[in-house]
């Protein structure tokens, strides 16, 4: 009886060739489409609708980031400079966003400037409000992403991680602020004037982006549970369940939002947006974890007795 329970928990391997290229597959359409969305929110944050939909597109985006540098113990100096390369690639995208939204509209190169840098603290502070608690949450629950091998008879052995992929990071890391550089010259640039424009200048700004970021992480860790962690006969009753809880800390977040602040004329629209923006950020979330549990992917516990067909993620592997 076990043995069929396990059994039934298991998933078919591709060969590793396969599995490579699937992965690396899933790594490059991922990064093209969160960078073009990236590029065309500034587009689209004059409604309210659509400015929600690309925010939880973001913010789905930024977990990834922040899952792959955080749920992986023992790599952390290997993965900290990739992790922060991506965020500032996809700032580069925002950016890029802010450029020709503010060229569109006949700014000023100075205003365009603050705006970038603004979108920067912003980035910044959603990037610490995702990865400071994932890794509390990996290092107090000893959560930990690891790989089935294709071999079932290869026996599960440490990764020994060489200077190589941590002095490559940090060449990427060097290059991308190198990118940073050249977008935000020093010349011409207010740093209070940009921090006036982010949100550590309004009070309401704030506040509701702290509150968006609490509720978004509840959403999401189940999402990452489900996809990576929970038994495959199970999947389809915890994303259910994952729905009605979404929808239920929409209502207390619209609420907690509307006792602070004048409720706005159409509160309908706020309740239906920010239902849909949590839906797609844990909807993405959720697709990339199954993809990558498909291609033998699964957390667990640290703590949890290895198995042969285990071993860590291969960090060879680029982000």
């Known amino acids: 009886m076990d043995n069929e329970m ?14 490579k290229f699937r992965l690396r597959a899933l790594l490059g359409i991922s990064s093209v489409t969160f960078f073009a969305v990236d590029a065309v929110v500034p587009m689209f944050l004059r409604e309210a609708i659509p400015a929600l939909f690309c925010i939880g597109v973001v913010t789905a985006q930024l977990t990834v980031i922040c899952v792959w540098g955080t749920l992986v113990r023992g790599t952390f100096w290997v993965r900290l400079p990739w992790t922060l390369f991506l965020l ?4 580069c995208g ?14 000023a190169d100075a205003v365009i400037v603050e705006m970038q840098a603004s979108v920067g603290f912003l980035w910044a502070f959603g990037f610490l409000m995702s990865y400071l608690p994932l890794k509390v949450v990996a290092v107090c629950f000893k959560w930990e992403i690891v790989q089935e091998h294709v071999n079932q008879d290869k026996k599960y052995q440490p990764d020994r991680y060489g200077i190589r992929e941590m002095m490559l990071g940090i060449a990427m890391l060097a290059i991308s602020m190198g ?20 949100i ?23 999402c990452i549970w489900i996809g990576l962690g929970q038994k495959q006969q199970r999947i389809v009753q915890s994303t259910i369940a994952w729905v009605f809880l979404c929808l239920l800390l929409t209502l207390v977040e ?41 291609m033998g992917y ?7 007795l290895r198995t042969p067909t285990l071993e860590r993620e291969d960090t060879h592997q680029n982000p």
């Open 6 to 19: 396990a059994g039934t928990d298991e998933e078919l391997l591709p060969p590793s060739q396969s599995r």
């Open 88 to 91: 500032v690639i996809s700032w």
């Open 94 to 107: 925002l950016a890029s966003g802010v450029s020709f939204l503010g060229a569109e509209e006949s700014r």
């Open 179 to 198: 990118i940073v550089r050249s977008l935000v010259p020093a010349d011409g640039i207010s740093l209070m004037g940009a921090l006036q424009r982010s």
């Open 200 to 222: 550590f200048g309004n009070a309401a700004a704030m506040i509701s982006t702290t509150v968006f970021g609490v509720v978004s992480l509840i959403v999401k860790l189940p």
């Open 254 to 294: 619209v609420g907690i939002l509307f006792s602070v602040f004048r409720p706005p004329p159409d509160p309908f629209e706020v309740v239906g947006g920010l239902a849909m923006c949590h839906l797609v950020m844990g909807g993405v979330i959720l697709g990339l974890c199954l993809a990558l549990r498909s």
């Open 298 to 304: 699964r957390l667990i516990h640290a703590e949890t």
